[in-house]
């Protein structure tokens, strides 16, 4: 069984920054895209990144491209997301994935296990 548990989550000003962590149990991390996805209050959950089972390519939504970083340790379990001059509308609840395969995907469905979501507040 796979365990997500995401870090690193808080309150922010607009223009700083902040790094979420997840790290995750079980066997299949190493061999699977990971992705983080993002839900505010009364919105859907949307994509916010992905990346390959061993880090070779990235894909990021167009409202965080150039301010995100997705990155993954392997020998670690862990995944983060480097967050760098937010914005009020970043304010979210963040949410690491782990994706059916070794590819990228913007796409929930394609993710079979989630971690319960780390609080991400900008103020303005």
């Known amino acids: 069984q796979v365990q997500l548990v995401e870090s690193g989550g808080g309150l922010v000003q607009a223009g700083g920054s902040l790094r979420l962590s997840c790290v995750a149990s079980g066997r299949t991390f190493s061999i699977a895209g990971m992705g983080w996805f993002r839900q505010a209050p009364g919105k859907e959950r949307e994509f916010v990144a992905a990346?390959?089972?061993?880090?070779?390519?990235?894909v990021y939504a167009d409202s965080v491209q150039g301010r995100f970083t997705i990155s993954r340790d392997n020998a670690k379990n862990t995944v983060s997301l480097s967050m760098n001059v937010v914005k009020p509308e970043d304010t979210a609840v963040y949410y690491c994935?782990?994706?059916?395969?070794?590819?990228?995907?913007?796409?929930?469905?394609?993710?079979?296990?989630w971690g319960q979501g780390t609080q991400v507040t900008v103020s303005s």
């Open positions: 990346i390959t089972w061993n880090g070779g390519s990235t």
């Open positions: 994935a782990e994706s059916r395969d070794v590819r990228v995907s913007t796409q929930l469905v394609d993710y079979a296990y």
